[in-house]
């Protein structure tokens, strides 16, 4: 990657989707909007699929953007999801692809999954529902949250997850994703720099969250986001402090999903503190190919 993207002015958002996972903007619609808000780099980093890169690389080149190749891959680590970010990976690398493949299929049987517990509870019809919304990309819960909205059967997303999708409700069914180790190695060896996304989401003890960020550096994770779109200022004075502790370079991320779908707008979210190393420095010196 060039150096005209080191500068410490530029705006970076190294975390958001398409309609390729759970976001509900194409790609170059995304890619429009970020520029719009002033964004300089994005990362479209969708759930477990990279189909979209190929079409905000070119809308992002058009209007002279930079695109980060980027991908949130599903881990299940000690019983619990985590999502694990590849940031510069070279897409098409097939061990990755291999990997991403096995987790989209077990997303087509938790599918159905989920509509059989839900149908026990008399909410019939959630899967063809969730392919709607889907519009043939890979189901996520989000999308039977939308459909869960749309019938009646919850007030607004925020209550489908805690009514019926979330852990310990009726339409819970538990992940089996990827070994935390996996997911590194598949995004290391597609010369990509793997970040824990969103770590204050995962409500983990000082101890456990130790315990991820051990493991997680011991195979191989570079970074963290410090900077998330659900991080207030204390979160992310609390994971600056973790990622220097640990060694980790700091990453920036909205975690954008769409107009309306998200807390903030791409790009609109906190500088890193002080004393952070940025993530693309982590890229600065690496092969140019690690970004497109
Ligand atoms: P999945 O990977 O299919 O299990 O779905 C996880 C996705 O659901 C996350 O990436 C979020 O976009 C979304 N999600 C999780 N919890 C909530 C929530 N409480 N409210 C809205 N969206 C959520
Ligand atoms: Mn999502
Ligand atoms: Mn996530
Ligand atoms: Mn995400």
Redesign the pocket.
């Known amino acids: 990657m060039g150096a005209h993207i080191t500068g410490t002015r530029l705006r970076y958002d190294l975390h958001t989707h398409s309609l390729h996972s759970?976001g509900t903007l194409a790609p170059a619609e995304l890619v429009a909007h970020a520029h719009a808000h002033g964004v300089d780099v994005l990362a479209l980093t969708d759930?477990d699929v990279t189909d979209g890169l190929d079409e905000a690389a070119s809308a992002a080149h058009a209007c002279g953007m930079t695109l980060v190749s980027g991908v949130e891959v599903?881990v299940t680590w000690q019983n619990q999801t985590v999502h694990i970010v590849g940031l510069g990976i070279a897409a098409p690398h097939p061990e990755l692809q291999a990997g991403l493949a096995a987790l989209r299929e077990f997303r087509v049987w938790r599918a159905q999954e989920i509509d059989r517990r839900l149908a026990k509870k008399r909410i019939h019809g959630a899967l063809a529902g969730a392919e709607r919304h889907a519009h043939g990309a890979i189901l996520?819960?989000?999308h039977f949250?939308r459909f869960l909205v749309e019938h009646g059967h919850a007030r607004d997303?925020?209550h489908a997850?805690r009514a019926f999708l979330s852990r310990g409700n009726p339409g819970y069914v538990p992940g089996r994703w990827a070994p935390l180790a996996d997911a590194v190695g598949w995004i290391r060896r597609a010369g990509g720099v793997a970040v824990i996304a969103h770590p204050a989401r995962y409500r983990l003890s000082a101890g456990k969250l130790r315990r991820l960020l051990d493991e997680f550096c011991a195979c191989g994770g570079e970074a963290i986001e410090v900077v998330a779109g659900n991080h207030g200022e204390q979160e992310c004075r609390h994971f600056a402090a973790l990622a220097q502790r640990h060694g980790l370079y700091a990453s920036v991320g909205s975690d954008y999903?769409g107009p309306g779908q998200s807390r903030c707008e791409p790009g609109a979210v906190a500088a890193l503190p002080p004393g952070c190393i940025p993530v693309w420095e982590a890229w600065a010196d690496r092969r140019p190919a690690a970004a497109c």
């Open positions: 759970d759930h599903s996520s819960r989000t949250a997303m925020k997850f999903h």
